[in-house]
């Protein structure tokens, strides 16, 4: 993930992450925590805050091939965004889409 571009975009839901894990401030700080710990700890914060990731794989039978998906829930709507070539894309693609989910939902500050 471009974390440069996360805190960027995404100001006050990446304030909560580094508030909520007590990380280092720095981008070298959140490369360092996410590098080591990143997959658990989105899932465990996201779903803190009601947004509830999933990640499924989904085999087509007809063209022998798999693609991964992710799907959002939170309480007003699911989001979804299918057709990635492997989890970990999919992974990305579902937490940079929850973290523009909580800077929508945050309080302007």
């Known amino acids: 993930m471009n ?5 960027e975009k995404y100001p006050k ?10 990380i280092d401030d720095s981008l070298i ?11 658990r700890n989105l899932y465990d914060f996201f779903d803190e805050q009601g947004l509830y ?5 989904e085999d087509n039978e007809y ?11 939170d ?3 699911r989001i979804d965004d299918y057709s990635f070539q492997t989890r970990t894309e999919a992974e990305e693609k579902a937490f940079e889409k ?4 909580l ?3 945050l309080p302007i500050k």
């Open 3 to 7: 974390w440069t571009e996360i805190k």
């Open 13 to 22: 839901a990446s304030r909560l992450l580094i508030n909520y894990y007590d």
């Open 29 to 39: 700080g959140i490369r360092y925590f996410v590098e080591d710990y990143l997959a």
């Open 53 to 57: 990731i999933n990640i499924l794989v």
């Open 63 to 73: 063209t022998n091939s798999i693609n991964w998906l992710y799907w959002i829930v």
């Open 75 to 77: 309480s007003e709507k």
């Open 98 to 101: 929850a973290f523009e989910i």
């Open 103 to 105: 800077e929508n939902k």
